[in-house]
């Protein structure tokens, strides 16, 4: 199993380009998130995903938009990128809770700079 | 008030030594609870959930106190292979059946020779 993969690894936009980072997984996760980092801030979710077909908003949704056609994908759209966006986005993936302990498996991360 | 806050750290201590990371969250309904690994430029890592009665994993052992809302980490005998930044993890499930994460700012260790 290849895990959560991620593409591109290094992205640099300039002001207002759209652009997807693409997010895969091939263990059949149910539940799928896009998170950023930035220094001493930690994770902050992006948006969510419970299943194909289903998204939702997390903790800092604007300026970027999701869809789940399938299982296994589950892309980031950034709308117009804004220097703002410079940040570390991993895509995370996990089956369906039982008794809420469950474990986030992460992909290796995109690193975006916008100019 | 971060929902998740942990020592701001950095933490530099030798080979052999005994090291703890502390957490506290806010939100007394959190479900359950985790420490994350991550190294430098990588994708974070389960290192361990945390459970009511405390767990142990060889040289690791996490509590959970949920009267104080406070979360340990304690790591005896660090290696050099312990060098990272250890993440506190929160899981607030939210209404419905969706669950978020919610992280720490992350604690820096550095294991020295």
């Known amino acids: 199993n290849a895990g959560v993969t991620q593409t591109p690894k290094f992205q640099v936009l300039k002001t207002g380009q759209s652009m997807t980072l693409q997010c895969a997984q091939d263990?059949?996760?149910?539940?799928m998130s896009w998170y950023r980092q930035d220094p001493g801030m930690g994770l902050r979710l992006i948006h969510y995903?419970?299943?194909?077909?289903?998204?939702d908003q997390g903790e800092v949704p604007n300026g970027y938009n999701v869809s789940r056609s399938t299982t296994e994908d589950f892309p980031l759209r950034l709308l117009s990128a804004a220097p703002s966006q410079t940040s570390v986005y991993f895509c995370?993936?996990?089956?369906?809770?039982?008794?809420?302990?469950?474990?986030?498996?992460f992909g290796p991360g995109t690193r975006l700079t916008v100019l | 008030r971060k929902e998740v806050e942990q020592d701001p750290g950095p933490f530099n201590v030798p080979e052999g030594a005994t090291v703890a990371f502390n957490c506290t969250y806010s939100?007394?309904?959190?479900?359950?609870f985790f420490w994350y690994r991550q190294d430098c430029r990588k994708e974070p890592k389960l290192l361990m959930s945390?459970?009511?009665s405390g767990n142990e994993d060889g040289r690791f052992t996490a509590q959970l106190n949920r009267a104080s809302q406070y979360i340990s980490l304690l790591i005896r005998d660090s290696k050099l292979s312990d060098s990272a930044t250890y993440l506190c993890?929160?899981?607030?499930?939210?209404?419905?059946?969706?669950?978020?994460?919610?992280f720490g700012s992350g604690t820096q260790l550095t294991v020295l020779p």
């Open positions: 993890v929160v899981n607030m499930i939210s209404s419905g059946s969706a669950r978020q994460l919610t």
């Open positions: 995903s419970v299943g194909a077909g289903i998204t």
């Open positions: 263990m059949n996760h149910e539940y």
């Open positions: 945390v459970y009511s």
């Open positions: 995370a993936s996990s089956g369906l809770p039982t008794g809420g302990r469950d474990t986030q498996y």
């Open positions: 939100n007394s309904a959190s479900q359950s």
